[in-house]
């Protein structure tokens, strides 16, 4: 089943509701879902495909070197949630969302895992509809951007088993993920991802944490 047009999303969106698990004395981030249905971007027309990130190794990042949506923590002068997802997409890959695109709505957030495990930070997914074609660029925090078609994702043509090994037990886990084109997609963004089918599809919300 193809990801519904723009508008069907939102209203289904809209309807969604938020996770009554998120913890707001937590810290709280947020990423952007920029998705591309027109082509002009990504390169296919009529084919949904959504901006993802490679991120730059850095030993003080837990997700150093994977793949991730644009995002990050919130800041105090951040308007809401929406807002960091917005700034963080420019900081980390030089896109302009407020003039490029048009907001659609937000997943449930789900609490972030690093090395295994949960950690103190609560993410919100927000879904936009790029209306202009963009340009997107590396930074400090991002060596890659590129663009993930969404039907191929779905379809189970990508699908991977990650071999994850879990520092604290030495020991290896097999996580479902994506592989496109020589780069692996999994955990947190996987996850996300894979709400979003769900919930474009009209089906019930998927659990919001799975630590495995």
């Given at each position: 089943?193809p990801?519904?047009?723009?508008?069907?999303?939102?209203?289904?969106l809209?309807?969604t509701p938020?996770?009554p698990?998120?913890d707001?004395s937590m810290?709280q981030?947020?990423?952007?879902?920029?998705i591309?249905?027109?082509?002009?971007?990504s390169?296919?027309?009529?084919?949904?495909?959504?901006?993802?990130m490679q991120?730059?190794?850095?030993?003080?990042?837990?997700?150093?070197?994977?793949?991730s949506?644009?995002?990050?923590?919130?800041?105090?002068?951040?308007?809401?949630?929406r807002?960091t997802?917005?700034?963080e997409?420019?900081?980390?890959?030089g896109?302009?969302?407020e003039?490029?695109?048009?907001?659609?709505?937000q997943?449930p957030a789900r609490r972030?895992m690093a090395?295994?495990?949960?950690?103190?930070?609560?993410?919100?997914?927000h879904v936009f509809?790029?209306?202009?074609?963009?340009?997107?660029?590396?930074?400090?925090?991002?060596r890659e951007?590129?663009w993930?078609?969404?039907a191929?994702a779905?379809?189970?043509?990508?699908?991977h088993?990650?071999?994850?090994?879990?520092?604290?037990?030495?020991s290896?886990?097999?996580?479902?993920s994506w592989?496109?084109?020589?780069?692996?997609?999994?955990g947190?963004?996987?996850?996300?991802?894979?709400a979003?089918?769900?919930h474009a599809?009209?089906?019930?919300?998927p659990?919001?944490?799975d630590?495995?």
């Amino acid at each position: 089943m193809p990801l519904p047009p723009p508008s069907h999303l939102q209203e289904l969106l809209a309807a969604t509701p938020p996770n009554p698990d998120r913890d707001p004395s937590m810290a709280q981030a947020a990423v952007a879902m920029a998705i591309d249905w027109t082509g002009l971007t990504s390169g296919e027309r009529g084919a949904p495909a959504v901006l993802l990130m490679q991120r730059a190794k850095h030993p003080s990042d837990p997700w150093s070197g994977q793949v991730s949506l644009p995002g990050g923590r919130a800041e105090d002068f951040d308007r809401d949630l929406r807002a960091t997802s917005v700034r963080e997409a420019y900081e980390e890959v030089g896109i302009e969302l407020e003039s490029s695109a048009r907001h659609l709505g937000q997943l449930p957030a789900r609490r972030a895992m690093a090395h295994g495990g949960y950690v103190d930070l609560w993410i919100t997914p927000h879904v936009f509809e790029l209306t202009s074609a963009i340009a997107p660029t590396t930074s400090r925090e991002a060596r890659e951007a590129f663009w993930l078609p969404l039907a191929l994702a779905r379809s189970g043509a990508l699908d991977h088993k990650f071999r994850y090994l879990r520092p604290e037990t030495n020991s290896t886990i097999t996580l479902p993920s994506w592989r496109f084109e020589e780069r692996v997609i999994w955990g947190l963004t996987f996850r996300m991802l894979s709400a979003l089918f769900v919930h474009a599809s009209g089906a019930p919300p998927p659990p919001s944490n799975d630590l495995p």
